[in-house]
């Protein structure tokens, strides 16, 4: 993936088959999580660098002045002046919400029902699916996104819409049909056969196909019956070897609701340990408030793998590895500040970052200006501002 001053290009298609490329330009590249680390020794620059390709796989990454030499002068594209770096992995996305972009939200049950539904209902036309996948992969690829984890709708040719067109662009992406049973209008809903036997299906059809993965996709508890979830838990110990994707712990709100139609769990996580959905190819979105640990009113805090307060010991081997961050999500939809060093400090696991893709602003999937929110948004928790400040200075109002 290449920057200039105008814009960012996936050279996803750059490299030649049967033969070799090169690529020369500034190499920007990540070692080491920079929250964690150091983060002068976290990334590296190559001021004049050169990534040489041989048969579709990099070979070689290094300095021009030593690679250039072995580079037939008619396989180098000079990307001089740009930054070349390797394409980022967006980890939670909708692709059925591309065409709702800049919805802006009041909070996340209202937002589902006045935008979110209505837009995935179109999805039941194969042709629509088809249109918007095109536009969603080229919007991935314009922003530098060659890895995406992607909710699609409850219909089965969203899925087979969106692998199709990944396939065409020999992008990675895994995704899965979403599963919902309640709690949505009802052509949006399935059964707990039918979303199992659909996902099964699909599976069948995508999964380890190229570079397609598929994950299973229970929206998430408030829109599935404890029998979809059993038949999601079901799937996956069937299947184990594909991904589970689902959001915990968006807002409190939705937590305090959620709470209420699972008054047996402990807590927002323990649903989905219950139903078997908890292990280290799990990912669960957002987890924005802490209430995904504990139910309100009751005090519950742990660190994965470190006994919990209340119910003893935490299965930490099998809990889920990635907890995304959306701080753009958490400004416009009501869903709260996330602090990034302290998220990091109380899960002791892999974070990533998710554009969350069309929640109040124009930007539909470019990792690097959420990256930069997450920067504003810690910034904003340090120095004790509060919510309407940050929403201002996101318009340009006032400066952090």
């Not at 922003?143 to 990944?166: I, K």
Request: net charge negative; proline share 4%; charged share 20%.
């Amino acid at each position: 993936m290449a920057q200039s001053s105008g814009g960012v290009t996936a050279l996803s298609g750059v490299t030649a088959l049967g033969g070799v490329t090169a690529l020369r330009g500034t190499l920007v590249n990540c070692l080491d999580d920079p929250f964690l680390t150091d983060a002068d020794k976290a990334f590296t620059v190559e001021r004049d660098g050169v990534v040489v390709c041989r048969d579709g796989k990099i070979e070689a990454v290094g300095p021009a002045s030593d690679l250039l030499a072995g580079v037939p002068l008619d396989a180098l594209s000079d990307y001089s002046g740009c930054l070349i770096a390797p394409g980022f992995i967006d980890t939670h996305v909708h692709y059925v919400q591309t065409g709702m972009v800049a919805s802006y939200g009041t909070q996340l049950l209202d937002w589902l029902d006045r935008y979110a539904f209505p837009a995935e209902l179109e999805f039941a036309d194969a042709a629509h699916a088809a249109a918007m996948a095109k536009v969603f992969c080229e919007e991935l690829l314009r922003n530098g996104t060659t890895t995406a984890l992607v909710f699609c709708a409850v219909y089965p040719q969203s899925v087979d819409a969106l692998f199709a067109e990944a396939e065409r662009h020999g992008m990675r992406i895994i995704a899965g049909k979403v599963l919902m049973d309640r709690n949505a209008p009802q052509k949006l809903r399935d059964t707990a056969q039918r979303g199992y036997d659909e996902s099964k299906a699909l599976i069948a059809r995508w999964h380890g196909r190229g570079r397609s993965l598929y994950a299973i996709t229970p929206r998430f508890a408030g829109s599935s019956t404890p029998a979809q979830l059993d038949a999601a838990g079901t799937l996956w110990r069937e299947h184990p070897d594909v991904l589970v994707q689902t959001h915990i712990a968006e807002n409190r709100r939705e937590v305090e609701w959620t709470a209420e139609l699972f008054p047996q769990a402990k807590n927002y996580l323990d649903i989905y340990d219950q139903h078997g959905l908890i292990g280290r190819r799990a990912v669960l979105a957002h987890g924005t408030e802490t209430w995904a640990y504990a139910w309100p009113g009751r005090t519950i805090w742990f660190r994965p793998g470190a006994p919990s307060r209340e119910s003893g010991e935490v299965r930490g081997g099998e809990l889920p590895r990635l907890d995304q961050h959306h701080p753009v999500a958490g400004v416009v939809a009501g869903d709260g500040l996330h602090a990034v060093r302290a998220l990091l400090r109380r899960l002791d696991e892999l974070h990533a970052l998710g554009p969350q893709v069309v929640v109040g602003l124009p930007a539909v999937v470019h990792v690097q200006a959420e990256a930069g929110h997450a920067a504003l948004v810690e910034r904003a928790i340090h120095r004790g501002h509060h919510l309407g400040r940050v929403r201002r200075a996101r318009d340009g109002q006032v400066d952090l």
